[in-house]
């Protein structure tokens, strides 16, 4: 069975630090490992991973992908109060009909 | 303008009734998704139809039936709740199916079985 693991569960901070985001997997076919920020309502996208090494970045926030060692790491530089949310990593990949396996979440919390 | 919406927003009712969940997409995707996330925050993945035909259909029990009238939008019907059913229903959409595609995320339906 596909699985994602994701750590730490929940990590709280002060505005201003830096922070690292893991997310491990195991997955059949992978094709792609997304992060999601979810603060209240609905997932919303970050980024899309699909070669090793290339690191995306946006402002604050950037990704990179090892596919060989099977996993990746998001970091968040100067983090600010607004970036409190359930950050959500998922593969994409599977047999036939591919789909995304979402890993359980990192709750971040950013003090002022 | 909304991009995927979902009606209700919230749904509260007894164990044993029939209800659905309303879905539709304005971005011209062929791709649509329904995610139950339990509350311990763990989304996972139900049901996906590309332009109406089902492609993807996980481990849920058949009192779930999704029905696509058309690609814009995809409903979800429960028969008999269970007090388990309660969960934030998300409806999603991409472009095309296949994971190369970002997913877009409606906000959810909070479903409350008593």
């Known amino acids: 069975e596909d699985k994602v693991v994701q750590s730490p569960l929940s990590l709280v901070v002060h505005e201003g630090d830096t922070v690292t985001l893991n997310c491990s997997y195991e997955v059949t076919n992978f094709r792609s490992l997304l992060w999601y920020k979810q603060e209240k309502k609905a997932p919303t996208f970050l980024f899309m991973l699909t070669s090793s090494g290339i690191e995306k970045k946006s402002g604050r926030l950037s990704s990179i992908l090892d596919k060989k060692e099977l996993f990746s790491i998001l970091n968040i530089t100067a983090t600010q109060t607004g970036d409190s949310a359930i950050y959500l990593c998922?593969?994409?990949?599977?047999?036939?009909?591919?789909?995304?396996?979402f890993g359980k979440g990192t709750l971040l919390t950013v003090n002022p | 303008d909304t991009a995927v919406s979902q009606t209700p927003k919230y749904l509260v009712t007894q164990m044993g009734n029939d209800k659905s969940i309303k879905c539709e997409q304005n971005l011209g995707h062929d791709t649509m998704y329904w995610y139950k996330q339990d509350s311990k925050k763990f989304l996972k993945i139900m049901f996906s139809?590309?332009?109406?035909?089902?492609?993807i259909n996980e481990t849920v029990p058949n009192r779930f039936s999704p029905k696509s009238p058309d690609k814009a939008h995809l409903n979800l019907h429960i028969n008999s709740l269970e007090l388990g059913d309660s969960a934030v229903y998300f409806c999603?959409?991409?472009?095309?199916?296949?994971?190369?595609?970002?997913?877009?995320f409606g906000p959810g339906t909070r479903l409350t079985v008593l």
């Open positions: 998922a593969v994409g990949g599977g047999g036939s009909n591919y789909k995304l396996t």
């Open positions: 999603a959409s991409s472009q095309v199916a296949g994971v190369y595609n970002e997913q877009f």
């Open positions: 139809y590309n332009n109406k035909e089902l492609i």
